[in-house]
């Protein structure tokens, strides 16, 4: 069952200066600190719904 989960890697390409709090927390709370750090996170809705709401700032690709 562990092999099920998809993971995506995200990656942040842009800035957070001047984005809206909302979205700058919403960047934060995925684990992305600084522009082109990247994490891996499995694609369960609420994570695909962050990343759509950032859709602006990040790149992702499936691992």
Request: proline content about 3%.
């Amino acid at each position: 069952m562990a092999g099920k989960n998809k993971k995506i890697r995200i990656r942040l390409v842009r800035s957070t200066i001047g984005i809206i709090p909302v979205q700058r927390a919403t960047v934060r709370s995925l684990g992305l600190r600084k522009i082109g750090s990247t994490v891996e996170q499995e694609a369960s809705g609420p994570i695909l719904g962050m990343v759509k709401r950032v859709a602006h700032l990040v790149s992702v690709e499936e691992c």
